[in-house]
C-alpha cells in the first residue's frame, strides 16, 4: 500500500465526461494530450471509468438527461478527488444559460464537490492545464504528501 | 527508390521536437515546492505558445470604467448575458465565468470602454474571484 502510494502519487489520472457540452471543449481537452502540448509527459491520461481517477474533467452544462449520470460518476469516484469544469457553459451555463432542459451549472448538480474551473469558450489547451496544475496542487494539499524539501529528489526516505 | 525515407529521418532526428513545453518538460515531484520555486525566481516556467494575431486575439474583457457611459448596448448584445448594469452608478460589471470572449460587447460599445487583451491562462477554484468579476 505503501509502495503503491509512493508510485501513483505524481500521475495524475483524469477521467472526461461531457454533461451536454457542444463538443468543443472535449475537442481542447484532446489537443491537450497531443503532441503539441503533449500532457502525458506529466503522467496525466484519459482513462476509461471514474473509478481510476483523481480529477473528472467536466465539460457542459448539464442537461436534464445527465443528473444521474454526473452525480454517480461523481461518487464513483474515489476520494480526494477534484471536479475539473472545463468551459464558460459547466462554470454557469454560458451560451446555453436559459435554455429549458438545463439543470446545471455543474457546482449545482455537486454541491459537495471540489472545483476547478477554467473559463473560456472553448479555453486553450494551455489554460486547461493551468487548471489541471491547480487540481494538482490542491490534491497535494488534501494528500499531505506535497513538501519534498526535507526528503531527497530520488525520494529514498 | 527504397531509401528516399533516409533525408526525412535525418532531418527529423535532428530538428526540435513540436512539442510546447507549457509549463515545465516533466512534472515535479512536488507542484506547490515548484510554485514556491517560481515565485521566488528560481525557476522559469517555459512560455505557452505564442497568442497567433495580437490584434484579434480575444482574451478577457478589459473594462476602461472612464470611458463607459452606462448605455447598456453591450448588455444588449452579449449573447451569454455575462454583463450586468449597475443602475445607480451608470457602470457595468462582467463576469468572466459566463462570458464566452466572442467580442461582440466591443463592436458594440458607442464609446470604445471594452476591449479584449492577450490574457486566458485564467483557470481557479474560485467563480466569484476578483479576477473574474470585472466592474
Ligand atoms: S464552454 Fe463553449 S466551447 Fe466549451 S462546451 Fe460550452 S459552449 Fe462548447
Ligand atoms: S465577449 Fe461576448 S460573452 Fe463576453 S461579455 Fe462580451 S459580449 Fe458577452
Ligand atoms: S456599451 Fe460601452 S459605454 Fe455602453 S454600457 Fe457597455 S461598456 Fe459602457
Given at each position: 500500500?505503501?509502495?503503491?502510494?509512493?508510485?501513483?502519487?505524481?500521475?495524475?489520472?483524469?477521467?472526461?465526461?461531457?454533461?451536454?457540452?457542444?463538443?468543443?471543449?472535449?475537442?481542447?481537452?484532446?489537443?491537450?494530450?497531443?503532441?503539441?502540448?503533449?500532457?502525458?509527459?506529466?503522467?496525466?491520461?484519459?482513462?476509461?471509468?471514474?473509478?481510476?481517477?483523481?480529477?473528472?474533467?467536466?465539460?457542459?452544462?448539464?442537461?436534464?438527461?445527465?443528473?444521474?449520470?454526473?452525480?454517480?460518476?461523481?461518487?464513483?469516484?474515489?476520494?480526494?478527488?477534484?471536479?475539473?469544469?472545463?468551459?464558460?457553459?459547466?462554470?454557469?451555463?454560458?451560451?446555453?444559460?436559459?435554455?429549458?432542459?438545463?439543470?446545471?451549472?455543474?457546482?449545482?448538480?455537486?454541491?459537495?464537490?471540489?472545483?476547478?474551473?477554467?473559463?473560456?469558450?472553448?479555453?486553450?489547451?494551455?489554460?486547461?492545464?493551468?487548471?489541471?496544475?491547480?487540481?494538482?496542487?490542491?490534491?497535494?494539499?488534501?494528500?499531505?504528501?506535497?513538501?519534498?524539501?526535507?526528503?531527497?529528489?530520488?525520494?529514498?526516505? | 527508390?527504397?531509401?528516399?525515407?533516409?533525408?526525412?529521418?535525418?532531418?527529423?532526428?535532428?530538428?526540435?521536437?513540436?512539442?510546447?513545453?507549457?509549463?515545465?518538460?516533466?512534472?515535479?515531484?512536488?507542484?506547490?515546492?515548484?510554485?514556491?520555486?517560481?515565485?521566488?525566481?528560481?525557476?522559469?516556467?517555459?512560455?505557452?505558445?505564442?497568442?497567433?494575431?495580437?490584434?484579434?486575439?480575444?482574451?478577457?474583457?478589459?473594462?476602461?470604467?472612464?470611458?463607459?457611459?452606462?448605455?447598456?448596448?453591450?448588455?444588449?448584445?452579449?449573447?451569454?448575458?455575462?454583463?450586468?448594469?449597475?443602475?445607480?452608478?451608470?457602470?457595468?460589471?462582467?463576469?468572466?465565468?459566463?462570458?464566452?470572449?466572442?467580442?461582440?460587447?466591443?463592436?458594440?460599445?458607442?464609446?470604445?470602454a471594452l476591449s479584449q487583451g492577450e490574457e486566458f491562462l485564467l483557470a481557479d477554484a474560485d467563480k466569484l474571484n476578483k479576477e473574474w468579476v470585472i466592474e
Open positions: 500500500m505503501e509502495l503503491g502510494m509512493k508510485c501513483f502519487k505524481r500521475a495524475l489520472w483524469i477521467y472526461h465526461m461531457n454533461t451536454g457540452s457542444c463538443n468543443g471543449c472535449d475537442i481542447e481537452i484532446i489537443a491537450a494530450l497531443t503532441p503539441r502540448y503533449d500532457v502525458e509527459r506529466f503522467g496525466i491520461r484519459l482513462v476509461g471509468t471514474p473509478r481510476h481517477a483523481d480529477v473528472i474533467a467536466l465539460t457542459g452544462p448539464v442537461t436534464s438527461d445527465m443528473v444521474d449520470k454526473v452525480k454517480r460518476v461523481y461518487e464513483q469516484t474515489p476520494d480526494p478527488k477534484v471536479v475539473l469544469v472545463v468551459g464558460s457553459c459547466g462554470i454557469s451555463g454560458g451560451v446555453f444559460h436559459e435554455s429549458y432542459h438545463l439543470e446545471g451549472p455543474i457546482d449545482k448538480i455537486i454541491p459537495d464537490g471540489t472545483f476547478v474551473y477554467v473559463p473560456g469558450c472553448p479555453p486553450r489547451p494551455e489554460a486547461i492545464i493551468q487548471g489541471v496544475i491547480k487540481a494538482w496542487e490542491i490534491l497535494e494539499e488534501v494528500r499531505g504528501n506535497g513538501r519534498t524539501t526535507q526528503k531527497t529528489e530520488g525520494e529514498k526516505d | 527508390m527504397r531509401y528516399t525515407f533516409i533525408p526525412e529521418l535525418f532531418r527529423q532526428l535532428f530538428s526540435k521536437p513540436f512539442t510546447n513545453l507549457f509549463p515545465l518538460k516533466y512534472a515535479p515531484a512536488s507542484i506547490k515546492d515548484t510554485l514556491d520555486k517560481i515565485k521566488k525566481g528560481e525557476i522559469e516556467i517555459n512560455p505557452p505558445v505564442e497568442i497567433p494575431d495580437k490584434e484579434i486575439f480575444r482574451g478577457k474583457i478589459q473594462y476602461d470604467r472612464e470611458k463607459c457611459i452606462g448605455c447598456g448596448l453591450c448588455i444588449k448584445v452579449c449573447p451569454a448575458k455575462a454583463i450586468e448594469l449597475k443602475k445607480e452608478e451608470k457602470k457595468i460589471r462582467i463576469y468572466v465565468g459566463r462570458c464566452i470572449f466572442c467580442g461582440q460587447c466591443v463592436d458594440a460599445c458607442p464609446k470604445g
